[in-house]
């Protein structure tokens, strides 16, 4: 999982690195923390889970997890980047508390829901633009785990649209009542401005302004995520028209 | 509740894209700063907005679906062509999932795919018109009641058809020519505009071809505009002073009353016995004098509902005819759908 978020200006980089530095170094922070989240929130389910297959699917993908933040880290040490994660930052923090409660209410449904539609929507369009313009080997990492990511989806889709199947009408509000924690978490991390630069996870300055110098911005990490995330709820079966009118009424 | 039609369309401005943006956010969110609207806007998948419920005269009742393909307003140009062609086909496979029975082609999405119908997404018991003849239809009502209101003979017009080897252009041409006493013909293709004089010729018409419009005989005195002009004052410089002009392009881009020419919107209808917007983002994308207006490539689509008429009225380009429009024409006025009425009353100058 990957949003941008801050660094601190001051923070010591090679100086071979260049300016973009800390801006990297923000990318593969947010990368990590968010594969943390996941590995937190598979293993989480595990726990829940009644049948052996279903255990060993989310073991297996917190394990999937665990090396693509592996994986990110390493991009980070082959360039001297120390790649900090903290789950405990305020949007992260947010995100996993919303995930907890569906374990405490023992509901796979709303588990898979925040895991597959949610927060991996915003990993694999926001992997797939940052691949197009990290440099070297760290934009072939972040293709091949938007990949990897995007594959492991089937499996919960299938899940998803059976449940839904059985009733479209309370699964849609489920799915909203979702929508309105996690996504408005998700549109507030990727906000253009992050005036108070409170994301927590670095001490200083918000990298967002820094992204057109590697060609992005967080408005097309905001769009193309938010893409992602209605495709992905149109594959569902969810009605366009009103998947649309939640999505418009995110902060911006 | 089946869904009898689909109308895909797209805003032709930013202030447009941002109102039905607003009208999506509702009353409880603000609006989203405007700067930030070309940013957000792109992004948007092809998808429905709104639902429509559409009434006849007769009693009858069709209900349908908005769908905008988002086409970005700065990107209506050929150079986005694939992009918007994808955006179109998108919508139109949107359409034919949520069991649309006949699909209407609104504005640009008309002209992109006119020629391409066949290569949209079809699915079974799904339909596709680019909804031309009744904006040829109302094309040409639009200039009956301007000659009329002004006193004007329509067969001692000369009449100026900018555009004219469109779809639009040259049905309105098959339409108008023939009563008129002389058409001048422009467009950018030479070989199409020789090859429709030709055919208006073989039809008795008096008709010359004017390749140029920074070189027009300046005798023009009704002007029939089925593309959108890049030099409005090029055309206003070259035509007969108070000539009445009919401002039928995509977009609309000529001013009322430009030098002293009496410029209408064409191409516009109104449904008599009403129709609701769920959510009613029709306020503000129509902000005409008069309810229930549309354009006439989108009441095709309606009117061939109401009528259970579910057929590729209009397809290809180049074959709208006279006697089509005056089908399409008929079956419109049946179900009262007519000439919006400030097409002629409140546009001029």
Redesign the interface.
């Known amino acids: 999982m990957e949003l941008v978020s801050c660094v601190h200006p001051s923070s010591t980089m090679p100086a071979s690195l260049g300016v973009n530095a800390l801006l990297w170094q923000d990318v593969l922070s947010q990368a990590v923390t968010g594969e943390m989240i996941a590995v937190l929130n598979y293993s989480s389910l595990a726990e829940i889970c009644t049948g052996q297959e279903e255990v060993a699917d989310a073991l297996e993908h917190a394990d999937s997890e665990r090396g693509h933040a592996a994986a990110f880290a390493a991009e980070g040490a082959k360039r001297g980047i120390d790649v900090p994660s903290n789950v405990g930052a305020k949007y992260w923090k947010r995100l996993r508390a919303a995930f907890l409660r569906q374990i405490e209410a023992r509901d796979f449904i709303g588990c898979l829901i925040i895991q597959e539609v949610m927060l991996e929507s915003f990993a694999v369009a926001s992997y797939k633009r940052i691949a197009q313009v990290a440099p070297g080997t760290m934009g072939t990492t972040f293709a091949s785990i938007a990949i990897e990511e995007e594959d492991h989806i089937d499996h919960a889709m299938s899940i998803l649209r059976a449940e839904r199947a059985l009733d479209p009408q309370r699964f849609d509000e489920k799915v909203y009542a979702l929508h309105l924690e996690v996504m408005t978490t998700l549109a507030q991390m990727l906000a ?1 401005d992050d005036k108070d630069c409170n994301c927590e996870l670095c001490p200083g300055g918000c990298v967002k302004p820094m992204l057109p110098n590697v060609g992005l ?1 967080s ?2 990490l905001r ?2 995520s ?2 992602h995330y ?2 992905t709820l ?1 594959a569902l079966g969810l ?3 009103m ?3 939640w ?3 995110l902060p ?1 | 509740m089946p869904t009898d039609f689909a109308l895909i369309g797209h805003q032709e401005s930013w202030r447009a894209a941002s109102d039905v943006l607003a009208v999506l956010r509702g009353p409880d969110h603000p609006p989203i700063p405007d700067e930030e609207v070309p940013e957000i806007l792109p992004w948007i998948p092809p998808r429905a907005v709104c639902h429509i419920e559409v009434r006849s005269v007769l009693g009858a009742t069709a209900h349908g679906l908005y769908i905008d393909s988002f086409i970005p307003p700065d990107r209506l140009d050929s150079c986005f062509l694939r992009e918007n062609l994808g955006r179109v086909r998108e919508a139109a496979a949107y359409a034919s999932m949520e069991g649309a029975k006949i699909v209407s082609l609104g504005g640009f999405s008309s002209i992109l795919i006119e020629g391409n119908l066949d290569r949209l997404f079809e699915r079974t018991g799904t339909v596709f018109t680019t909804g031309n003849s009744l904006t040829v239809a109302l094309i040409v009502q639009g200039m009956e009641k301007m000659c009329a209101s002004q006193g004007r003979d329509l067969r001692l017009a000369t009449l100026l058809i900018v555009g004219a080897t469109g779809d639009v252009g040259s049905g309105a041409a098959r339409c108008l020519a023939p009563r008129v006493k002389r058409v001048l013909l422009h467009a950018r293709n030479p070989e199409r505009l020789y090859k429709l004089a030709a055919e208006l010729r073989l039809e008795g018409v008096i008709a010359d071809v004017a390749p140029d419009l920074g070189h027009l005989p300046a005798c023009a005195d009704m002007v029939i505009c089925a593309a959108s002009l890049a030099s409005p004052s090029l055309l206003l410089d070259g035509i007969a002073p108070g000539a009445i002009v009919c401002d039928a392009g995509y977009p609309k881009n000529l001013s009322p009353g430009s030098r002293g020419a009496r410029v209408f919107s064409g191409g516009l209808g109104q449904v008599t016995a009403g129709m609701t917007f769920e959510p009613d983002i029709h306020r503000v994308l129509y902000h005409q004098p008069v309810p229930d207006v549309l354009h006439g490539c989108l009441l095709e689509g309606i009117a061939l509902a109401l009528e259970g008429r579910f057929e590729p009225f209009s397809q290809g380009r180049g074959l709208i005819t006279a006697q089509r429009v005056q089908e399409i024409e008929t079956i419109a006025a049946r179900h009262g759908i007519h000439l919006a009425p400030s097409t002629c009353e409140k546009a001029i100058n």
């Open positions: 253009r911005t408005s097309e769009g193309a938010l893409q209605l495709r149109d009605p366009g028209e998947t649309l009118a999505v418009a009424q911006v």
